[in-house]
């Protein structure tokens, strides 16, 4: 995953929900960002028992990140709206992933269905649910097949509604609409 270690990204979620992953599973997860809960999540980690499967890369460049997520299967968030109301709106570290046709799974909140329609391009689970994550994490793992699927569509997705070009045409063809009306 890439993201600030902070409340709102849910990574104490996903790490109790890849606690939850059967023993026989192969796996690994790197989180890649800095932030304020880095320190806490660490030693949650090793209180849940992942060291040796759980990897702090810290800050990088973005052409490191693109790497990792190039290496990558998965890519997870577990995004949350904690007690003061913070929450993200679309997080642009899914935009990336998914334009890297990483399999992704997070959570349905704010505007990550715009991106993640259940099944179709990514897997969407309840926030707050480490279980049901843990879930759609196992289903993704052992399944290249649909990590496949769901990549290449979510890829999909982002260069027809994500991409900036896309996004100045349709912005284009609502003022000539509105100049049309206005005449």
Not at 48 to 66: C, D, N, T
């Amino acid at each position: 995953s890439v993201g600030r270690a902070v409340e709102k990204k849910g990574y104490d979620t996903l790490l109790e929900a890849l606690a939850l992953l059967p023993a026989d599973l192969a796996w690994r997860f790197e989180h890649i960002g800095g932030g304020e809960e880095l320190e806490r999540l660490k030693a949650l980690a090793r209180k849940l028992g992942l060291e040796g499967r759980v990897s702090w890369k810290g800050a990088l460049a973005q052409k490191e990140v693109l790497e990792h997520y190039r290496s990558a299967d998965i890519f997870a968030l577990a995004c949350r709206i904690t007690a003061n109301g913070d929450r993200d709106g679309l997080p642009n570290v899914l935009v990336e992933a998914a334009s890297q046709r990483l399999a992704c799974v997070s959570t349905d909140i704010s505007g990550v269905p715009e991106l993640i329609s259940p099944d179709e391009t990514g897997l969407l689970v309840p926030t707050e649910h480490p279980i049901a994550l843990a879930q759609a994490l196992e289903r993704l793992i052992r399944d290249p097949l649909l990590r496949a699927r769901l990549g290449e569509a979510a890829e999909g997705r982002v260069r027809s509604n994500f991409d900036h070009m896309a996004s100045i045409g349709q912005l284009k063809q609502l003022f000539q609409q509105e100049w049309q009306a206005a005449e």
